[in-house]
T-cell receptor
Framework: KQEVTQIPAALSVPEGENLVLNCSFTDSAIYNLQWFRQDPGKGLTSLLLIQSSQREQTSGRLNASLDKSSGRSTLYIAASQPGDSATYLCAPGDDKIIFGKGTRLHILP | NAGVTQTPKFQVLKTGQSMTLQCAQDMNHEYMSWYRQDPGMGLRLIHYSVGAGITDQGEVPNGYNVSRSTTEDFPLRLLSAAPSQTSVYFC?????????????FGSGTRLTVV
């Protein structure tokens, strides 16, 4: 059974800082891991998909890495902005994806 | 492309009533899933399907039924609604195998059971 843990549960940082969100998972027999963003009261927006053959993906100020052997993924956000404030969700899986409880990020202006 | 369409967006039910949450996608995705999201519990998988005619249980399947008669549609049925089923429900879909470019989510259905 896949279990996903995200650390920290909440994070507040001043604008402009670089930050790292962590995700660990128990079942490494996956091909994909997806990072999502969710704003309060809204749906999920896909940020990045990492396939195990790629190990890393970048989109703008976001960079996600995947280490299947250790069951870990990280989401790196560079030069954070107040608009980055949201909950970030990690979801490993293929035919189905299982979510962690997320990291609530607050960027202070 | 409409993507993943969920209807209705809001619903209030009385305890014991039945209803079906609709989910449709126009991307010819093989994989489809239903989730519920509750404060402090995150998103939990209810049921999922890897193709027409094939469904399986997720983490919290009790009280819910699904069927997948077509590739496009994956309805979620509540047979006898309970207050514990008050939640926000999300449907998602994806291609399978090497064409899996990640999941696309619908905008959600907010269900209140009184």
């Amino acid at each position: 059974k896949q279990e996903v843990t995200q650390i920290p549960a909440a994070l507040s940082v001043p604008e402009g800082e670089n930050l790292v969100l962590n995700c660990s998972f128990t079942d490494s027999a996956i091909y994909n891991l997806q990072w999502f963003r969710q704003d309060p009261g809204k749906g999920l927006t896909s940020l990045l998909l990492i396939q195990s053959s790629q190990r890393e993906q970048t989109s703008g100020r976001l960079n996600a890495s995947l280490d299947k052997s250790s069951g870990r993924s990280t989401l790196y956000i560079a030069a954070s902005q107040p608009g980055d404030s949201a909950t970030y969700l990690c979801a490993p899986g293929d035919d189905k994806i299982i979510f962690g409880k997320g990291t609530r990020l607050h960027i202070l202006p | 492309n409409a993507g993943v369409t969920q209807t209705p967006k809001f619903q209030v039910l009385k305890t014991g009533q039945s209803m079906t949450l609709q989910c449709a996608q126009d991307m010819n995705h093989e994989y489809m899933s239903w989730y519920r999201q509750d404060p402090g519990m995150g998103l939990r998988l209810i049921h999922y399907s890897v193709g027409a005619g094939i469904t399986d249980q997720g983490e919290v399947p009790n009280g819910y039924n699904v069927s997948r008669s077509t590739t496009e549609d994956f309805p979620l049925r509540l047979l006898s609604a309970a207050p514990s089923q008050t939640s926000v429900y999300f449907c998602a879909s994806s291609y399978s195998g090497t064409f899996n470019y990640g999941y696309t989510f619908g905008s959600g259905t907010r269900l209140t059971v009184v």
